[in-house]
């Protein structure tokens, strides 16, 4: 028993001296570890500083940059000014001297525009009095024609009422109770509308009985029906014998006829017809019912 207990403190005693060492050499590898990771951190910290100084240095020389690009962007710009600048007073000058050329040649245009117009007013003058003295004598000339126009149209128309006065129409007209006033020479007007005496169809709308007429028979041999005839035409007598006349035309707000003129019932139509030569003069469509 006590052989082992002794035993068991000679071995303690002989690896107590064992970790003491190891102890110290701990503490020594922690002093190395610790200085190396100072050491680390300084070299980090001044290659960041450097980096920042580095970076610092680029931006300066970047500033520096911009700050020529700036100046060179300003020079840039003031050329641009001047250059434009220049360019408008080049095209001032250009539009000016295209002005006073154009007023030089709206100056030389006029002068020319007088001179033609004035040659033109004297060889107007000259034509004008040329003119006159052609027309002069055209117009004596004209007047003699004139005349003798006249005095041809009277003699036809003497030698037309003596014909007319002689004539032998194989009708009714050779009666001498139908041939009165054929000599008047006067000539039918039809300004009459413009007369309110004879406005048919204001008179006809507060009389429409009036104008309610019996059936229109056409003559015999007529065979044609209604054609709507017009001022001019010629008709034959057959279409315009007593028996159609229409003795009061004032019944009707018509003008009188007078003279070789009639007025005569054609179906709904009011006919003034020359009963010498059968000529519709005037005529009223529609007139009656």
């Known amino acids: 028993m006590n052989r082992y207990f002794i035993a068991a403190l000679i071995a303690a005693t002989a690896l107590a001296p064992v ?10 590898q922690g002093q190395s570890r610790q200085e190396r990771f100072e050491n680390q951190r300084q070299r980090y910290t001044q290659q960041a500083r450097q980096q920042r100084q580095d970076a610092r240095q680029d931006r300066r020389s970047n500033r520096g940059d911009r700050q020529d690009a700036r100046r060179g962007r300003q020079d840039n710009r003031q050329d641009a000014r001047r250059d434009r600048r220049d360019d408008r007073q080049d095209a001032r000058r250009d539009r000016r001297g295209d002005r006073q050329d154009a007023r030089r040649g709206r100056q030389d245009n006029r002068g020319d525009w007088r001179q033609d117009r004035r040659d033109n007013r004297q060889e107007w003058r000259r034509d004008q009095r040329q003119d006159r003295g052609d027309r002069r004598v055209d117009r004596a ?12 149209r009277e003699r036809r128309e003497a030698q037309q009422r003596r014909h007319n006065a002689q004539r032998r129409y194989n009708d009714w007209r050779d009666d001498a109770r139908y041939r009165r006033g054929w000599d ?34 056409a003559p015999r041999n007529y065979h044609y029906g209604y054609r709507r005839f017009s001022i001019g035409l010629t008709i034959g007598s057959m279409l315009f014998a007593p028996n159609y006349w229409i003795n009061d035309p004032w019944q009707y707000r018509l003008p009188p006829a007078y003279g070789p003129y009639r ?12 009963i010498r030569t059968g000529r519709i003069v005037d005529v009223e469509y529609d007139i009656f019912w």
Not at 19 to 28: F, H, K, L, M, P
Request: proline fraction near 1%.
């Open 19 to 28: 970790s003491a060492s190891a102890q110290r050499g701990d503490r020594i």
């Open 263 to 274: 007025w005569v019932r054609y179906y709904n139509d009011a006919l003034l017809i020359d």
């Open 141 to 152: 000339r004209l007047t003699r024609e004139a005349q003798r126009r006249q005095e041809a």
């Open 184 to 217: 008047d020479r006067r000539n039918w007007s039809r300004e009459w509308r413009r007369n309110d005496r004879y406005n048919w169809r204001h008179y006809r709308r507060s009389h429409r009985n009036v104008y309610r007429l019996p059936r229109y028979y």
